[in-house]
């Protein structure tokens, strides 16, 4: 079935929306019966990449060439690191600091989101800390949400630590039917945004696109940004942003 090349992805400047009947599948190296979905890369001028692992049964992860985080969004992951062995289930996720030996096998067939960073270490405080970034392990369900600006209708999951040592973040934000963002975003640090539940409209720039769970975003630095939900069900989703660096690098 054609389209007639009519879809609702678009690229510009300071975005991507990027929807599924768009997708190419590519294998990358030392990963094994695991296809990926490369959403967004330096290619595009982000700093990170943000992809779909789509595995089929024991398909496994090759190892990462910066940090790693991987979020369970269907299906079963088996992840060693650090000598103990962790089993995912969908909304388990994962933090792995550059560097980390670890493996990661689905039990079955199963889809993930994969982030991953060159590490930007903290430098220029007056007391650079010493601290390394630790591998974390957990699930978003165990969670507490926390009310954006205090509004109840939209809540926010903090899924890294937020300390010195963590040079990004990612949360999920759930928005009961109707909720919005309060304000139009315009900010510094660029997202990556894979919708999970739901639907809405996004704002992107000066353009308003409808989406839908399945869609990712990208986002460049100070692109406007704002978003509503529809529907009868609430939306969700995961966003990926940098985060307590100078801009400078300093
Ligand atoms: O964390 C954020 O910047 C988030 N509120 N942005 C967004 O949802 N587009
Ligand atoms: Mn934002």
Known sequence: ??????TRSSLKADHLLQTPDTFIRTPL???ESVEFIVHVAPQLGARFTQMTAEFAASGTLGPAPAQRFLYVIEGELELTASGHKHVLAAGGFAYLPQGTQHAARSLGKARAALIEKPY???????EPHTAAPQIVVGNEASIAPVPLMGDESLR??????DGPAYDFAVNTMTYDPGAALSMVEIHVMEHGLLMLEGGGIYKL??????????????MAPY???????????????????DWRRHPLGA
């Open 205 to 218: 720039g000066e353009s308003w696109y409808p989406v839908e769970a399945g869609d990712f975003i990208w």
């Open 120 to 126: 930007t270490a903290e430098v220029g405080s007056a």
């Open 223 to 241: 692109c406007p940004q704002w978003f509503g939900a529809l529907g009868k069900r609430p939306a969700k989703y995961l966003i990926y942003k």
């Open 156 to 161: 926010v999951r903090s899924l890294m630590p």
């Open 1 to 6: 079935m054609h389209h007639l090349g009519a």
């Open 29 to 31: 190296p030392g990963a």
